[in-house]
């Protein structure tokens, strides 16, 4: 009997958590969630993104179904109510991509990518920067792979980044004529994090190694989605391809790190970076 391998990337019923649902990238891990026919569990702070991520999805798709949760990651018992909430409608959940984070992107004036030296960092800022990133990404690994271990099976995703890999060129956030303390950096809270994470993942895979659960790092880097032309062109001269990357060009690796597809695969780190951390 011929062997169909396209099969094992069905996630078909599959309930699969995103945390950060309501983002770009959150809503590019359901569209993998969705092409195998799994169930996009959206958590996210903020509704109104969740909101227009599952529209989008449910206009794009015709059909299936889209669960969304309004939480805040950092705080266990309301993680714990939804896992009961799941647990209860579905009886399984197999799968979660720990996304959300407090991502300094130099389109969206965040507050943590600033004209603010390391030496005069804000604490502040450092201590929910962590407890998004890192903090909420172990009580969501916690809460929901202690049931992933105890069905025998499931799947962890951790985001990272290239900057989980490589320290920040600062060079391309700077602007000719703007005076030394007003220039833009790219804080040091998003590096700890997402170095954080690729040791989280490889903790985690020999933890559950023996429990059926697999856990990976995905490291999206580069994405556009917007930059001015100046810095586009700053950052595509740091990437042997040339470019950033689109959107749509991690959804395919999402949704085969999810499937059984990667069935050999835990404690990896893959990284989407178009070589930039190759050179």
């Not at 569990?41 to 509704?47: A, H, M, Q, R, Y």
């Not at 903090?135 to 202690?146: R, S």
């Not at 880097?221 to 470019?243: C, H, T, V, W, Y």
């Amino acid at each position: 009997m011929k062997k169909n391998y396209m099969d094992r990337f069905s996630l078909k019923d599959k309930v699969i958590i995103i945390t950060g649902g309501g983002g770009l990238i959150g809503m590019k891990h359901a569209e993998a969630v969705m092409e195998g026919e799994g169930i996009p569990v959206l958590l996210d702070i903020v509704e109104a993104g969740m909101i227009r991520v599952k529209n989008s999805l449910l206009e794009e798709y015709g059909e299936g179904v889209v669960e969304t949760f309004v939480t805040d990651i950092t705080k266990r018992e309301e993680l714990e109510k939804i896992r009961d909430v799941l647990m209860e409608k579905y009886g399984h959940i197999d799968g979660l991509i720990n996304n959300a984070a407090n991502n300094p992107k130099v389109e969206g004036g965040s507050k943590n990518l600033a004209a603010t030296r390391f030496e005069e960092f804000p604490v502040n800022i450092w201590k929910d920067d962590l407890a998004v990133g890192l903090t909420g990404a172990v009580l969501c690994a916690q809460v929901f792979g202690d049931v992933m271990q105890k069905q025998g099976k499931g799947i962890v995703i951790n985001i990272s980044s290239d900057y989980g890999l490589i320290s920040p060129d600062q060079r391309i956030y700077r602007k000719e004529g703007v005076p030394e303390d007003e220039q833009i950096i790219k804080p040091v809270s998003y590096s700890v994090v997402k170095h954080g994470i690729i040791g989280l993942t490889k903790y985690l895979a020999i933890y559950w190694a023996q429990k059926g659960v697999r856990v990976n790092t995905l490291c999206p880097a580069s994405l556009e989605n917007g930059q001015d032309e100046e810095f586009k062109k700053k950052i595509s001269n740091l990437i042997p391809m040339g470019r950033m990357s689109k959107p749509d060009e991690y959804v395919n690796t999402v949704l085969y790190m999810l499937s059984d597809a990667s069935s050999y695969m835990t404690g990896a780190t893959v990284v989407l970076d178009g070589g930039r951390t190759s050179w």
